[in-house]
């Protein structure tokens, strides 16, 4: 594993306070990217933009199937990070459940769903970070049954 992977040397860079429960932006990034995978979040991307912007270290991208699964991963994400201690600035179109935007501080997530993933193309719009993590999709735990027949 890498220092980026790890989160080792961020932990010095970061402008601002980190939870002890979270050493760093990259390991706060990182767990929230787990838990977007256990939520069957899909096209999880995790962009690290500390050399591109000072908005934030890292940015977390993820698709979600409907307006009640991206809700539902911002609750659970929001609900993690306070119990864990760390920091929730705002939360901003959890009503709505199109795009979620979370700022945690040095870590923003974008929740969306896939019409407004693929319009808004913040992917390509943060080509200049340097993507850190990816994961196309969750394992269905059904996906053996479909494949046997």
Known sequence: MTHEETGANDAQQSTSP???????PASLAHEVGDL???K??????????EKVTS???YLVLTTA?????????AKEIREFVKHGGGNVVSVEGLDEGWWVLMDLGDVIVHI????????????MLW???????????????DSDEHLAG
């Open 55 to 57: 908005i934030a270290d």
């Open 112 to 123: 969306m769903q896939e019409d407004a993933r693929r319009y808004y193309d913040l992917d």
């Open 65 to 73: 199937m409907s307006s009640r699964q991206v809700s539902a991963m």
């Open 18 to 24: 980190i939870s002890p429960s979270f050493s760093s």
């Open 127 to 141: 080509a200049d970070g340097r993507v850190v993590r990816q994961a196309a999709m969750p394992e269905s735990e």
């Open 40 to 49: 069957k979040g899909s096209e999880l991307t995790v962009i690290n933009v």
């Open 36 to 38: 977007i995978l256990e």
